[in-house]
């Protein structure tokens, strides 16, 4: 843990795990305020957890989450009451601890000094001067006529998408003034969770420090992003600081709304009910998979898009082919459960596919979407919205369920200037320039061109957009162009792989020629890419801007 005291009455602290609280008991504190929300980040547990770790320890414990950004003065009079009611010293915590910082300093506004707030929160580390004009400033957030710092290049987001772009651009200009904003201490390989999920790769191999990562030369701000105001080139974080850029690019990734299937927050990592779309619960489904012996093992997939389309069934076909192997597949029943009407989106990949769910005698259950589930009575509940009928529900029976999230933009993506109707990036679906802001680009998971939402994407767009914008800088058109490929390497049994690769409309876009890999039957060497070849691909290449295979195709500017 990372404990920074404010006040003898509080302390502040990034994210904690359940695990924390036997030693936060013992350090003295006697309560505790979580601010931040459930579901924000793959390796975050929820709240459920932790109070129920802060009740064994002893520790009366607050809920008051707060969206990153968006502290309201409500927000600060309901920090400063709980404070005042709650048992001291009271240990506050949200993904850095900015958030507690900012509540706390915005509920003192009227008890201390600004002086006093800022010599504080600054000694803990956490700084307040946005809040501090804030304060200043009756109350209302700093305009972006302020200034904290100003770079010619700003990156929100530092996943897939965001340090390979940072590379790429030093790659071409080393002495470009570069800085990437991300809050997160760790940096996850996605594709690689899965593998945990099938007991093919241990979760550590999927994680590397964020401070590691970040290219040489490039400034890390290790905050979240509150808002945008293009119009004045600037970026707003959490505590009020103000960023300004020349060009700006967007790729914070997506939200996994796991709120969204009422049930699924209080019951996820036990009952049966796991997901390998977060960092802590993939190990979770290679231990379910390993003691399940008989019964309904049931796999859902929710409305598009979602990140990684092919995962939902990646975790049935590894689970599957484990049952197969030891024995026991004619014992349990296999629920596929698709909220859309087709097993995959690219038709040439379906008959390869198809085999396997004959292999493991799976149901294919299509328009049914899961929107409650009860974990103790291992029940879980899909809406069924088939063509021309009414909607209707239904109750399945589960002893194991792998739930694959709904998916939405994040917050702060959905309500800014940036977004289109949906809520994504708005941006060309060729050069990923926004449609309305000539500076900024946007790419990966966030962006609403209709292409698959894979890190292969994202390898791909990176040249792209650090090509445009070098073109922008030195008054060149818009050359670079995405041709929307994606690739989803469908893990049908162990040692073997369907690898899907395609761009814009379901043009099959292979990478190898076809004696190689044949991308629509099950091959060994694209279980080898996957295995062996792919993630040192993904750590030693695409995020220090080495762009084999990934060069931009140049075309007739528009």
Same mark, same amino acid.
């Given at each position: 843990m990372d404990v920074r005291k404010i006040?003898?009455?509080?302390?502040?602290?990034?994210?904690?795990?359940?695990?924390?609280?036997?030693?936060?008991?013992?350090?003295?504190?006697?309560?505790?305020?979580?601010?931040?929300?459930?579901?924000?980040?793959?390796?975050?547990?929820?709240?459920?957890?932790?109070?129920?770790?802060?009740?064994?320890?002893? %520790?009366?414990?607050?809920? %008051?989450?707060? =969206?990153?950004?968006?502290?309201?003065?409500?927000?600060?009079?309901?920090?400063?009451?709980?404070?005042?009611?709650?048992?001291?010293?009271?240990?506050?915590?949200?993904?850095?601890?900015?958030?507690?910082? *900012?509540?706390?300093?915005?509920?003192?506004?009227?008890?201390?000094? =600004?002086?006093?707030?800022?010599?504080?929160?600054?000694?803990?580390?956490?700084?307040?001067?946005?809040?501090?004009?804030?304060?200043?400033?009756?109350?209302?957030?700093?305009?972006?006529?302020?200034?904290?710092?100003?770079?010619?290049? =700003?990156?929100?987001?530092?996943?897939?998408?965001? @340090?390979?772009?940072?590379?790429s651009l030093k790659a071409r200009k080393s002495d470009l003034d570069i800085a990437v904003i991300d809050p997160a201490d760790i940096h996850y390989y996605q594709p690689g969770w899965t593998m945990v999920g099938g007991g093919v790769f241990k979760a550590a191999e999927t994680a590397k420090t964020m401070g590691s990562l970040i290219p040489s030369g490039v400034h890390w701000i290790k905050s979240a992003v509150a808002a945008f105001e293009p119009k004045d080139n600037a970026v707003v974080l959490d505590g009020c600081r103000v960023v300004k850029y020349d060009r700006l690019v967007v790729c914070p990734g997506l939200k996994l709304d796991w709120h969204k299937v009422d049930g699924l927050v209080e019951t996820l990592g036990k009952n049966g009910v796991t997901s390998n779309y977060r960092y802590d619960l993939a190990p979770y489904t290679w231990h379910l998979v390993q003691n399940l012996k008989k019964g309904r093992a049931i796999f859902t997939q929710p409305p598009m898009p979602i990140k990684c389309a092919g995962a939902p069934q990646k975790a049935l076909y590894l689970s599957g082919d484990h049952w197969k192997r030891s024995g026991v597949l004619h014992d349990i029943d296999i629920q596929f459960?698709?909220?859309?009407?087709?097993?995959?989106? =690219?038709?040439?990949?379906?008959?390869?596919?198809?085999?396997?769910?004959?292999?493991?005698?799976?149901? %294919?259950?299509?328009?049914?979407?899961?929107?409650? @589930?009860?974990?103790?009575?291992?029940?879980? *509940?899909?809406?069924?919205?088939e063509p021309d009928q009414e909607a209707r529900r239904i109750d399945v029976p589960f002893d194991m369920i792998h739930v694959t999230p709904p998916q939405v933009a994040p917050d702060f993506i959905r309500v800014s200037p940036l977004a289109d109707s949906a809520g994504w990036v708005d941006v060309d679906q060729a050069t990923l320039r926004h449609k309305i802001y000539n500076n900024i680009w946007s790419l990966g998971d966030v962006m609403n061109a209709p292409n698959a939402k894979t890190a292969a994407a994202a390898r791909k767009q990176a040249p792209v957009v650090a090509e445009n914008l070098m073109a922008d800088i030195e008054g060149r058109p818009q050359e670079a162009e995405y041709d929307g490929y994606g690739s989803c390497p469908l893990t049908v049994e162990r040692g073997r792989i369907v690898l899907a690769e395609f761009g814009y409309g379901g043009k099959l876009l292979p990478s190898f020629p076809q004696w190689l890999i044949d991308g629509t039957k099950p091959s060994h060497a694209a279980w080898l890419l996957k295995e062996r070849i792919l993630p040192p691909i993904y750590w030693k290449a695409m995020l220090r801007g080495k762009e084999w295979m990934a060069k931009p195709e140049k075309v007739t500017a528009s």
């Open positions: 006040t003898n009455q509080l302390s502040v602290s990034p994210q904690i795990a359940a695990t924390d609280l036997w030693e936060i008991a013992n350090l003295g504190f006697r309560s505790v305020i979580c601010n931040r929300p459930d579901g924000e980040a793959a390796d975050q547990p929820t709240f459920e957890e932790i109070e129920a770790a802060a009740k064994k320890a002893g %520790l009366e414990i607050r809920y %008051l989450p707060i =969206v990153s950004g968006k502290v309201r003065d409500e927000d600060a009079t309901d920090f400063g009451a709980a404070l005042d009611e709650l048992p001291k010293p009271v240990f506050a915590y949200c993904r850095t601890g900015t958030r507690s910082a *900012t509540l706390w300093s915005l509920s003192q506004a009227g008890n201390l000094d =600004v002086s006093d707030i800022l010599g504080k929160t600054c000694a803990a580390g956490y700084d307040m001067g946005g809040v501090v004009r804030r304060i200043a400033n009756g109350g209302r957030t700093p305009t972006a006529t302020a200034e904290d710092a100003r770079f010619d290049v =700003v990156i929100v987001g530092g996943g897939a998408a965001g @340090i390979a772009v940072a590379s459960m698709n909220a859309g009407g087709v097993l995959f989106g =690219v038709k040439d990949y379906v008959p390869a596919l198809m085999q396997y769910i004959k292999r493991y005698d799976a149901n %294919l259950n299509f328009f049914h979407n899961l929107v409650a @589930i009860d974990g103790p009575g291992k029940t879980a *509940t899909f809406e069924i919205k």
